[in-house]
């Protein structure tokens, strides 16, 4: 006799409540001053990750574990190119979860968020895998491995929670997206910006030490240029990569390599932390003539 429709939902209700138990300890609440909460995922031994925006103007934490004890925090660094905060909690068991593969995500397959509430305990949020898409880059310069959205809201207590597949391996963190998605920040690029916050205490960036604008070329130049749209340099930093590259206020910012530069936000997603060290040779217009200028990209001062 084959199972009813109902009692193979039930089963599978029975089996998530059971996977939820089983992971719940590895994720913790974090109280912030300001009276509201978020999330965390036992990282690490005595390490907590969870998303930076929340945590911009709340230095000293406290964390919540599973059971129900309250821990005091050291925050150890921020990364808002990733969304990738990291705490220090002294005293927290080390229940870290199993990692999955999101490079193996596909879309429509099932996930859930699992974070906790201080007063309430754990919170899950269950659906389908969106979006699984490839490498992208934040507003604020992170290089994300992969766009990968559920097709499912975040509150913000939420916020920070671990994402799990079925088997229960975390593949990320989630985030708040868009009007109120949930974007999960894949676990390569947690473990990448976690490092460099254990290590450094920030996510070290490429710098150029130039200011720029964008501005519309007359028609011969931008023939020249193969492009209508440059940035004008407005501002040389002296100590800079650009400064020693020859890049003068009044050039022209065209190329990158070889290819076209129209916005700002385009060199700011070549600037991750990767692009440190690096020589590029920009394409620039300078008196009426295309010129090559090649600079080391150094490292963006911590003020920055």
């Not at 999955?100 to 397959?109: E, K, N, T, V």
């Not at 969106?130 to 913000?156: E, K």
């Not at 390569?188 to 200011?211: C, D, F, M, N, W």
């Not at 932390?273 to 920009?282: A, F």
């Amino acid at each position: 006799m084959t199972q009813s429709s109902a009692t193979r939902l039930s089963e599978f209700s029975s089996e998530l409540a059971d996977l939820v138990a089983r992971c719940s300890p590895a994720v913790v609440a974090i109280r912030l001053r300001s009276g509201r909460s978020l999330s965390g995922i036992v990282w690490r031994p005595g390490q907590v990750v969870t998303a930076a925006e929340p945590l911009d103007e709340d230095p000293s934490p406290r964390v919540v574990s599973a059971t129900a004890t309250e821990h005091e925090a050291k925050f150890l660094g921020s990364d808002p190119g990733t969304d990738v905060a990291l705490l220090r909690v002294e005293g927290l068991a080390d229940e870290a979860l199993p990692e999955g593969d999101p490079a193996a995500l596909r879309a429509g397959q099932l996930a859930l968020a699992l974070g906790r509430s201080p007063e309430h305990g754990p919170i899950v949020t269950f659906g389908s895998v969106a979006v699984a898409g490839a490498q992208w880059h934040s507003q604020r310069g992170g290089r994300i491995d992969r766009l990968i959205r559920l097709d499912a809201s975040l509150s913000r207590a939420a916020e920070g929670a671990a994402v799990l597949d079925l088997d229960a391996r975390l593949l990320g963190m989630a985030v708040l997206g868009p009007r109120g998605t949930l974007l999960v920040i894949p676990t390569p690029t947690v473990a990448r910006s976690a490092e460099q916050l254990l290590t450094k205490g920030r996510v070290v960036r490429g710098y150029l030490g130039i200011a720029m604008q964008p501005v519309r070329l007359p028609e011969p130049l931008g023939k020249l240029a193969n492009t209508q749209v440059g940035l004008l340099v407005s501002g040389v930093d002296g100590q800079s990569g650009a400064a020693v590259g020859g890049v003068l206020l009044g050039d022209v910012i065209v190329a990158w390599n070889g290819e076209p530069v129209r916005d700002y936000r385009q060199v700011q997603r070549l600037l991750g932390p990767e692009s440190v060290g690096s020589t590029v040779i920009l394409g620039a217009v300078r008196g009426g003539a295309l010129i090559d200028l090649r600079l080391t990209v150094g490292e963006r001062p911590s003020s920055e």
